[in-house]
């Protein structure tokens, strides 16, 4: 059974950056897809970044120029550094895992506030 676990949520001031991980343990294939979603109060959960196994990465139009997506494949490891961070990026943001090209595993999620 495959277990995500994140870390690195929390309150930070707006313009303020903050870090995400996200580790997998319990896969003994190789994971191809790897991502971050998030969702806010009242609102859908939607796609922030992805990334392949081969390096495709694919970013939400809102978070462009501000948040990068990278992986560590030897530690199967999704990691989310969020810069110039916005009040709109409040929400709880879970990362993701697959074998393909879609989302098998789903972490817990970890809160992100971005608040004065």
Known sequence: QVQ???????L???GGSLGLSCAASGSGLSINAMGWYRQAPGKQREMVAQ???????????S??????ISRDNAKNTVY??????KPEDTAV??????????FDFWGQGTQ?????
């Open 4 to 10: 995500l676990v994140e870390s690195g949520g929390g």
């Open 12 to 14: 930070v001031q707006p």
């Open 51 to 61: 990334v392949t196994r081969g390096g495709r990465i694919n970013y939400a139009d």
């Open 63 to 68: 978070v462009k120029g501000r948040f990068t």
């Open 80 to 85: 989310l550094q969020m810069n110039s961070l």
């Open 93 to 102: 943001y879970y990362c993701a895992m697959g074998y393909g090209l879609g």
């Open 112 to 116: 992100v506030t971005v608040s004065s």
